[in-house]
Structure formats: C-alpha cells, structure tokens
C-alpha cells in the first residue's frame, strides 16, 4: 500500500501545487550571438600593407622637411663665416679711405674696391649699423668708452671705433662704440 499512496502523492503534488509556468527554450532556439563577419585574409593583408606605406610615406615627407630646415640653417651659418671672414677687408679698406694720399687714381681704385664689397656684402643680406647718434643698445653695441656729455642725450653713441654687422637677425660683429651719459 505504500506504494500506491507514493504513486498518489506524486500524481497529485503537480496539480496541487501551483508553480508558475517557466518556459523553457529549446537549445536550437536560444538567441544566437551575431557572427561575425569573416575577415578576408587577403583583405587583412592589403590594409596591412597600405598602413605600412603610408607610414613610410609620411616617415619620408619628415625626414625632407628635416633634411631642407637643416640644409637652410647650414646655409645661414656657413654665409655668416664667410662674410665673417671678409670684416677685416672692409676695416682696412675703411682705414685706407680715412689716410690722406696724394695719389687721386689711388684712392679712387681704393673708393671703387670698397663700393663693390658694400654691394656685394648688401646682395649678401649683410647690414651695417653703429653710427653717431643712435641710441645704445647692448644687444648690438659693445661699449668700451663712456663720456659725460650734457648736450648728448641719454645712452647716446658719440664716436665709433669699428662699425658692426648684422646678417637678417643675426650680429655677426657687435659695433664697437663710445658712449655718453
């Protein structure tokens, strides 16, 4: 007998008891996870390989922009020694000008020489500054004498002893001057 009632009790705790309803899906009809679209490897492989020449193209375009800023900047340096080096003729040819001579065909080839190293020195972007009158500025001047002055103004050059140069923005000799006040 109680093996029936067994049998009974379990015939009756479903009906009995009530459970909500849980549905179940099948295996088949579980929401599947989007696939993915196969790649081509063909396709992996020419992005791949457009990628690296693009790189390259852009590590080049760099390297001939460097390599033109550098060349340009060793071009400024390597004008500015060379006319460097041509200040000393233009200082003789200033001290010959100033000394008295008898000889007129002399000084005039003296005057026409140093008239073509002006020219050419100008055509080069060389500029000379230091005259009487202009304000001193220590970025261009190099004092070596001061005056007290009243009738001269303020910071005032009153003499120069060797004219300076500049090449754009750059000095390539300081003006050597007199200073009053």
Known sequence: MAKKEKEEVKKQTPE?????????????????????????????KYNSEHDARLRLAAEYDNFRKRSQKEKDELYTVIKAETVGKFLPVYDNLERAL??????EAYKKGVEMTMNQLVKVMEGLGVTSFGEIGEAFDPARHNAVMHIEDESCGENTVVEVLQQGFMLGDKVLRFAIVKVAN
């Open 16 to 44: 009995e008891t009530p459970q909500e309803a849980v549905e179940e899906t099948p295996k088949e009809q579980a929401p599947e996870e989007p696939e993915l679209p196969q790649a081509d490897p063909w396709e992996e």
């Open 98 to 103: 100033a000394q008295e001579t008898a000889d």
